[in-house]
């Protein structure tokens, strides 16, 4: 962990769930939220049940949007505003995961332009890095990284209190992770550039470690300099399994 940061654990729904479903998660989640006062819990569920969930939290459960379009309104079908996601109760969005840079073919450039309006409607960006398999054996795992930060971050991001989260594309749904020491050479790598490029403000941001955390070994990963949290995917659509994430930090 980062001294004197509060760590984030978030849970990204996905694409998964029905209304009741989403309305059961969501208050499972809440009635645990209380018991974790060491970090700061936020889930972000599908566009339609936003809305629902963001209803049934509570001042120790944050909401968030799985992602935004960079235009605040506009002849965009299908695409959704950051101001949209403020006004039916928002508070953080994910921009730049790998599946919509692999599914929608969202270059640095567009992440930067969401990151931008998120910022613009009052949301704090949770953007998205990670290397592929590819990219790590050949020894380029740091460099993809911290490239993509390089074309993503806005200038505003770090006075905004933005989020980074570190997700090796290989990682993610596989039940696989990189060993711990690979995963806290990624997080110095990130947080040294984040000081390089915002300062003393940077040394402060958090850094999120997503790509299978479970219960299982989320203490090990939660436990490892500049890691100030993670970015749960399939074991946040357990309750119970979300939570004992967060008590994992003790």
């Known amino acids: 962990m980062t001294p004197g940061v509060r760590p984030l654990i978030a849970g990204n729904w996905k694409m998964h769930g029905s209304l009741a479903e989403a309305a059961a998660l969501a208050a499972a989640v809440q009635a645990g939220a209380a018991g974790a006062p060491a970090a700061e819990l936020l889930v972000c569920p599908p566009f339609p049940y936003l809305h629902l969930v963001a209803g049934k ?60 309006a998120a910022l613009a409607a009052g949301l704090t960006p949770i953007v998205c890095v990670g290397e592929s398999e590819a990219q790590r054996l050949a020894g380029e795992a740091e460099t993809v990284v911290t490239g993509q930060l390089a074309g993503s971050l806005p200038e505003g991001f770090a006075a905004a209190g933005g989020v980074v989260a570190y997700e090796p594309v290989w990682a993610i749904g596989t039940g696989r992770t990189p060993t711990e ?3 806290a050479a990624i997080h110095a790598a990130i947080r040294a550039h984040l000081a390089g490029r915002f300062g003393k403000a940077g040394e402060g941001l958090r850094i ?8 299982g070994n989320a203490r090990a990963i939660l436990a490892l300099p500049h890691v100030d949290g993670a970015l749960v995917g399939g074991a946040s659509l357990v309750a119970a399994d979300f939570l004992a994430i967060a008590a994992a930090l003790g």
């Open 181 to 183: 020491p690979d995963i």
């Open 208 to 215: 999120l470690y997503g790509g299978s955390v479970k219960p």
């Open 57 to 116: 939290a509570g001042p120790d459960l944050a909401v968030g949007a799985q992602d935004c379009h960079a235009a605040p309104k506009g002849a965009h079908t299908g695409d959704v505003a950051a101001p949209m996601l403020k006004d039916v109760g928002a508070r953080y969005v994910i921009l730049g995961h790998s599946e919509r840079r692999a599914d929608h073919g969202e270059s640095d450039a567009m992440v930067l332009a969401k990151a931008e």
